[in-house]
């Protein structure tokens, strides 16, 4: 079910009501836990099963883990839930492409092989729910949580609704304690979650889809070469679509969340005014990036290692980065791209952090318009279809094609420049704050002309719009 | 001696709350506590809300009279959950209307139900391609009905990837993967289209707003030829009906759409990127594997029993002009019917149907329509040996 979609609305309406009119907490837990189930399961019914499978798995399995007495039991028990998920997610996601690697290195050295083509449906959102499970064992395992008596606690942290197919991830040590307790709405705590899933629509489907997505489907599906100004353009345009349409995914479920009375974290923090890549990913994608910080990061030895020990560790976790993004070389490229430049960051501050002009305002803006460019860069592999399409792009960007075709309309261009000049004024003006301290300071009238404004411009796109990029993930 | 966890702790050097013994009501689950509450802004919510309210009711009001007055009227948007709808009713023995927006608008489906003893279903559907869904019946085992095809020559053979291709394939490929919520939603939609006139998914969104904004541009600019306004309606069977103000002849809004058609029916010039000579290769290969397909899926739909025949429906003015020029009879039209043996009525060959007249030169009126299909009747039950 998508957020922008006629069923989610009458869903929604429907499910916040009965909630908010139910007494019991249980009643409440039990009611959210088929309203998720019928959220997945309006996708394709099936895949509610494998959901649920999962979740029981691991429950299981962090029972298990704690029960068990030495730390190689435990240690047996986290492994089987590690690759349970993993499997799982490497026959749904990586199934085909596994298949097509391992046809290609036999090709390499002389045996044909063809292998069936596996006609696999990829279950909607695997990638976070995997995580949000995952996480549960991985606390267990590192002691930082002990395992819910109730399945159906665990059940509801693993698939609640909002931030089920998409993300933000949301660790089951972050939600469990939400759900010991009711928790008490707190003045203006409704209205602004309707307010944030208005802003967050308003970033999908005006800005998202209508402002940008033409635009940089147009570029990079183009299949001649293109001038500099339109190649840019068009990963500029893509730049902000992609931000648009995920920051604004996990805005729609932080306000539904809060409209639950459920508080999930930030999962982006204006990341295009960051300077240098350890601050974008402290901006971008927040869930995932802490994610792999502390379970994958940390454990092969984090910053504690000696630095070419930790430069390579940093290559690996971006490399899954990648790779958690989609079944494809591409993707692995844009990880590893991310991977060098966070090498290289420290490397540069490990040299310059000292010196007087690297903290002046001056070096600063550079240093943000530097990362933004090479996000943009990185941005090329993420959205190309292929090396191809990748190489035609990077070749557009750096002047290749001088004599290029220009393709895009004034009216595109125009777009292109205002939105993307307006968010990255809105980010670097809210770089060190947050939205909640920002609309605490405008004036009322300020607040209500957007608010109608956001609400109007969505219901004159008529909800024509596509499905939100990470649902693919 | 410390244990391992300890060690842990140590090595990540995170806070000391991270780790701190759980209360009571944290030693339920056990986990850490609630570390983050979201802050609220604290403003006047409820009158804020209530402002708001307001204003999007009064805006969204103001821009449905607007509409209205400059001639919209509620409709239902022709989109893929629709088309899958209708392709659901298809039964093994059903008539089906496949194609592009001549075979939508110009035939009536309370006559040919009169005339053919059936309802049939309407799957044309406007600057479609008709061979994704001939594919997709030709490929349905269960059915074996019969199948009119209404052929605009330029839409039939249109490449792969192309706007007429991506159409027709986008409804086929919804047909099949349909979510459960997908079918809910036009379901909800259907009664809001039915009402509200700004409701024009082709028409009326911000992004065609935009489009049509007058701004000059760059002369190499690649910009997609507008499409025509909104000058019909459609129903829950997807039955069309062009609207009076269109019908009346030289209207303004007839005279628009007019203007409209030429740019839409001139074939584009071959991308500067590959040589022309190639191109024209190109085109000729995907037009020549397009015959084949089509006289494959019409071969295999007449194995199972079917039957099917070809419709050139009524064009005039500019744009049959411009059609005979670019698509004379003998190359598409004549190709079709002799690789598929399949019948075919042009209605230039039948002086009943050759004097109608349509008013943007490419449909029938409403009031037209049904005594043009009054007329094909007799046509189709001969072609089809009905």
Known sequence: MLFNSLTFVVFFVTVVAAYWSIRSWNARKNLLVVASYIFYGAWNPPFAALLFSTTAMDFWLGRQMSRAKGRRSRRAWLVASVCMNLSMLGFFKYGNFLLQNFQWLLARIGIIYQPPHLDILLPVGISFYT????????????????????????????SFFPQLVAGPIVRAGDFLPQLVRPQPLRPGQFLWGLLLMTLGLFEKIVLADTMLSGSADRIFTYAGPLIALDS??????????????????????????????????????????????????????????????????????????????????????????????????????????????????????????????????????????????????????????????????????????????????????????????????????????????????LPRWVVTATWAFMACAIILTQGSSNAFIYFQF | MPSSISNFKRRLRLPRLFFRKPTQVESVHGGPPLEYVRPIPQLAWRGITVTVVLIVIAAASAWELYCRSIGYGPTLNDNEDLWTSARRRVKPESIVIIGDSRGWYDLDLDELEKGLGKRPVQLAMGGGCAYPVLEDLANDENFHGTVICSVVPRLLVAPPGSPPMDRAGKAVRRSHTQTPAQRASQYLAMPLEEHVAFLKQEELTLDDLLKRLPIPNRPNAQVQPRLPPYFGTLDRERRA??????????????????????????PPPPPAYIPEKEFAKTMGQAINQRFNDVAAAVQKLRARGAKIVFVRFPYSGGLKT?????????????????????????????????????????????????????????????????
């Open chain 2, 322 to 386: 411009l059609e005979d020029r670019e698509t004379p009879r003998a190359g598409i039209w004549d190709r079709v019917l002799k690789d598929t043996g399949a019948p075919g009525i042009y209605y230039e060959d039948f002086p009943d149907l050759a004097g109608f007249n349509c008013p943007e030169w490419s449909h029938l009126s409403a009031g037209d329509s049904m005594e043009f299909t009054k007329r094909l009747i007799p046509r189709l039950r001969a072609a089809l040996q009905m």
């Open chain 1, 232 to 441: 840019w353009l068009g990963v500029m345009a893509f730049a902000g679509q992609i931000f648009f349409d995920f920051a604004g995914y996990s805005t729609c479920a932080i306000g539904a969340a809060l409209c639950l009375g459920f508080h999930l974290k930030d999962n982006f923090r204006f990341p295009y005014a960051a300077i240098g890549f350890s601050d974008f990913w402290r901006r971008w994608h927040i869930s995932l990036s802490t994610f792999l910080r502390d379970y994958l990061y940390i454990p092969l030895g984090g910053n504690q290692v000696r630095p070419v020990r930790a430069g390579t560790n940093l290559v690996v976790v971006m490399f899954l980065g990648g790779l958690w993004h989609g079944a494809a070389w591409t993707f692995v490229v844009w990880g590893l791209l991310h991977g060098s430049y966070l090498v290289v960051e420290r490397v540069v501050r490990a040299l310059f952090q000292h010196r007087a002009w690297a903290n002046h305002l001056a070096t600063r803006i550079l240093g943000g318009f530097a990362t933004y460019a090479a996000v943009c860069i990185a941005w090329v592999f993420f959205r190309a279809s292929d090396f191809t399409v990748a190489a035609r792009m990077l070749g557009g960007m750096f002047g290749g094609h001088p004599h290029g075709d220009a393709i895009l309309s004034t009216r595109e261009i125009l777009q292109i420049a205002l939105v993307t000049a307006g968010m990255i004024l809105v980010h670097w003006s809210l770089r060190d704050s947050n939205i909640e301290t920002a609309v605490m300071r």
């Open chain 1, 131 to 158: 995580f949000h499970s995952l996480s549960y064992t991985l606390d267990i395992y590192r002691d930082v949580l002990k395992p819910t008596k109730s399945l159906r606690d665990f059940v509801l942290a693993v």
């Open chain 2, 241 to 266: 009906r062009m609207i009076e103000e269109c019908a009346r002849p030289g209207s303004e809004l007839a005279k628009m759409t007019q203007k409209i058609w030429i740019p839409l029916f001139t």
